[in-house]
């Protein structure tokens, strides 16, 4: 177990972690066969259960448990797309039985998610005012976390929301490289844009996940990456899953350049209030540029916001005006799932006492 330090903290990384002691088998199962460094990959010897239960359990019974195990399931599948080279797990990237339980649990999930999303098409040259409507409609816009850090929050709660966006801030690059592959040749230098800003316009020191790392070390927090998911709950886990699936299934990707849309659109605001309140409780005051990761977003992401809709969007509705309502389903799951992921992160920053 790791611990914060830097600016006189101390939060245990499992702390905030909940823990299901009673949960069925099938992460167990998940993971035995993804420590297998001996098996062939095939898969067809494992006797994996189905995922049907489990995705019943979690997406239409809603039961707390299921929904952590589900998306913690989900999450390790993921990965395993994007598993190191030197991993011994990357041999079981097509391992059939693995990849059953993927598609039974994200049918479901997905299938959940867009039930309570009514379909909404984009007119061509109407993009910007349609997500922009969209987005200021919505309870996520402006969610009272980042007032709280603003106005309130103590350095050791600010450092929690550092902690919590590891998993998705460490991924991004692969994110943005996924939403690369087979884009349509107008939006390519948009999306290639947003992938040279991610390794720092070709400057080593200046790479999004280096900057980010400087965050870290500015609060004291070390940690392998399997600590930091260990963090999050379903909300959590969900919020990284959703891009995930998005950005890895080529069914998805008119809903992935919505789901980004938002992304880019609504850091700049919400982490201009969050070095507002880094400012004002102390954090990064004695080392320059530490907080660049985020005052970084707040700049470049507000050019990415506007290139992304005129470059990536409103080509995809012109192109390929049946599928826009597509584009504004993947900003609304987005936008949801930002949603329960910061009442969530929220709720727990509070419940830290000093
Ligand atoms: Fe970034």
């Not at 939006?187 to 790479?207: P, Q």
Request: hydrophobic share 40%.
């Amino acid at each position: 177990m790791e611990s914060l330090g830097g600016v006189g903290m101390s939060i245990a990384l499992a702390s905030v972690a909940s823990v299901n002691h009673n949960a069925p088998s099938l992460k167990g199962q998940v993971e035995r066969i993804l420590d297998d460094a001996t098996a062939d990959g095939s898969g067809e010897s494992h006797g994996l259960q189905s995922g049907n239960a489990l995705a019943r359990q979690a997406f239409l019974e809603r039961q707390p448990n299921a929904l952590e195990e589900a998306h913690q399931v989900l999450r390790r599948l993921y990965d395993l797309q994007l598993a190191p080279v030197h991993a011994p797990e990357a041999e079981h990237q097509y391992n059939t039985q693995l990849m059953a339980v993927r598609v039974e649990l994200e049918r479901a999930w997905i299938q959940s998610e867009l039930a309570s999303v009514s379909p909404q098409s984009i007119v061509p040259g109407e993009a910007a005012s349609a997500i922009r409507s969209a987005w200021k409609a919505h309870p996520s816009f402006d969610h009272p976390i980042f007032d709280f850090m603003e106005f309130g929050a103590s350095r050791e709660q600010i450092a929690l929301y550092f902690i919590c966006d590891y998993a998705l801030n460490m991924r991004f690059y692969d994110l943005i490289a996924l939403a690369c592959l087979g884009v349509d040749e107008e939006a390519r230098c948009e999306v290639a844009a947003n992938l040279w800003d991610e390794v720092g316009r070709g400057e080593r020191s200046r790479t999004h996940v280096t900057l980010y790392r400087n965050v870290l070390d500015q609060i004291g927090s070390s940690g392998d990456r399997e600590d930091y998911l260990a963090m999050l709950g379903w909300e959590g886990l969900a919020g990284y899953n959703l891009l995930m699936h998005l950005a890895l299934a080529r069914r998805q990707h008119f809903r992935y350049i919505g789901a980004l849309a938002i992304t880019e659109l609504s850091d700049p605001n919400q982490y201009a209030k969050l070095l507002r309140g880094c400012t004002r409780a102390g954090i990064g005051m004695d080392a320059p540029g530490v907080l660049d990761y985020y005052q970084e977003h707040v700049t470049v992401d507000a050019l990415h916001g506007e290139g992304w809709i005129e470059h990536v969007i409103e080509p995809a509705i012109r192109d390929h005006p049946t599928h826009s309502s597509e584009i504004m389903e993947g900003a609304i799951l987005r936008m949801n799932s930002t949603l329960r992921y910061w009442d969530w992160l929220l709720n727990k920053m509070k419940s830290i006492t000093s």
